[in-house]
């Protein structure tokens, strides 16, 4: 209830912004955005079009402006960029958190980088080319190097006069990490326990000495699957010595569970999970036109077993009006199991262990449903159209395609997945294109046996 709220005051914000902008009151427009927080502006720049997204940046506070590009989506985060020079993004991204300036010059020009690392202080420019040196969706790329670092010998107290000291402590930290000479990990100290436990106590006699961590080089997703299981605020990031490199917290965590939540619905239609809604027309129609050109193939092949059966089809127009139907329920079946089975990989529940249970269960789930809805349409079939022969030939049909549906939508993920090769951005197509073939090829071919032995 709370988010629809949300929407439908930024959509006003958006209304009442765009009236002052074609009114030329741009004085109103910028003490609206002021008075925005950096998250909704975010969100009014992905809503408007290009002309009038250059407008809106031109108006906002330029002290905002590093935490907004840091909301926008990629698309919408390049075409900001592209009106920036690099005096101007390096004011901006000062004093950005490491995980989030990565994220903003990960994807600019090389010339444009260059020119933004030699403005940058020493300090800065080391922080982003270590951020940098690892690959992109990994923990060295998203972690944060704001972690604060305890030694075992010293006491509570000293720990607590040390943070009061420093007066403020880093966005979401929930744990102080424990180090030794050498920066390696050792341990952690929750702040619950540094407030509660006697201040006369060493670090070393409160700490908890099996501490979850993560390797530098582990995949965003895996890292993703740690925190939904240990429920954790954050977590520290280590090289294969156990050298503590920095940190990574719940708000990181969530931006990866929304962008692979992005990122699968929008690659089951065959499009970038980065999609500007209001980009260019021929950038976007050029995105498209690669997954529509193999749809058209896909649908070409269709197509072609059809027109192998044509013969058959002017014997019987039943056929023609029959047709859809098998491929059709072939395709529902078999992408049913193609979204359980990417959902099962997505959440670690699917690996080598268990597979081929997998594989005949929903083979045998395939088997029961070809069985039950192939006398369900055969009745269907002949209390339509009068012809047995006709519902013979649906029922065998629908049997064969829903258990060729059952097991290839199973397998396909599977085997993608094996291959390295996305499954929610491949698999809807190859699943589509199997069904319509097997479920084609298996109606029209019963058909043109029966008629020949007629």
């Known amino acids: 209830m709370l988010e629809k709220t949300e929407l439908k005051d930024t959509q006003q914000q958006l209304q009442t912004i765009n009236k002052a902008l074609e009114s030329g009151m741009f004085v109103l427009a910028r003490s609206i955005l002021e ?247 021929l950038p976007s129609a050029k995105r498209r036109t690669v997954w529509l050109s193999i749809n058209l193939i896909a649908a070409f092949i269709a197509a072609s077993v059809s027109n192998m059966f044509e013969a058959t089809l002017e014997q019987m127009a039943t056929l023609a009006v029959l047709m859809t139907i098998v491929p059709s329920m072939g395709g529902i079946a078999g992408n049913q199991t193609l979204a359980l089975v990417i959902r099962g990989i997505a959440v670690g529940h699917i690996g080598n262990t268990n597979t081929r249970w997998l594989i005949g269960k929903e083979a045998a789930i395939g088997l029961l449903n070809g069985m039950v809805w192939a006398i369900f349409v055969a009745i269907a079939v002949v209390i339509w159209k009068g012809d047995i022969t006709v519902g013979i030939i649906i029922a065998g049909a629908m049997f064969i395609n829903l258990s060729v549906a059952g097991i290839a939508g199973v397998s396909i993920p599977l085997i993608m997945h094996k291959y390295k090769i996305d499954p929610a951005l491949a698999g809807g197509m190859a699943l589509t294109t199997i069904t319509d073939v097997v479920g084609l090829f298996s109606f029209l071919g019963m058909a043109t046996l029966v008629l020949q032995h007629s």
Not at 65 to 74: D, P, W
Not at 138 to 167: E, F
Not at 215 to 241: C, G, Q, T, Y
């Open 35 to 281: 008075k925005m927080h950096a998250c909704d502006v975010a969100l009014l720049l992905e809503s408007s079009p290009p002309a009038n997204r250059k407008v809106l940046w031109n108006l906002t506070d330029h002290d905002q402006q590093g935490e907004i590009l840091e909301e926008l989506n990629e698309d919408a985060k390049d075409g900001i960029i592209s009106l920036m020079d690099a005096t101007n993004l390096v004011a901006v991204t000062e004093g950005m958190d490491t995980d989030d300036l990565a994220y903003i010059l990960r994807g600019i020009p090389d010339s444009l980088y260059q020119a933004v690392l030699e403005q940058m202080d020493a300090q800065d420019r080391h922080r982003v080319e270590q951020a940098l040196a690892y690959p992109e969706d990994t923990a060295g790329s998203i972690m944060n190097t704001d972690t604060i670092t305890l030694r075992p010998d010293v006491s509570i107290d000293v720990v607590l006069r040390y943070l009061r000291l420093k007066g403020e402590l880093p966005e979401a930290t929930d744990t102080l990490y424990v180090v030794n000479a050498g920066d390696h990990l050792i341990g952690d100290v929750p702040l619950s326990t540094l407030l509660t436990v006697d201040p006369s106590l060493s670090v070393k006699e409160v700490m908890n000495n099996k501490t979850g961590s993560l390797l530098a080089e582990m995949p965003e997703l895996e890292i993703a699957k740690l925190f939904e299981r240990h429920d954790w605020i954050s977590a520290p990031v280590v090289d294969h010595n156990n050298q503590l490199l920095g940190r990574i917290t719940i708000d990181d965590v969530v931006d990866i569970i929304r962008e692979n939540a992005e990122h699968s619905m929008m690659g089951m239609a065959g499009m970038d999970d980065d999609e500007d809604t209001f980009a260019p027309i």
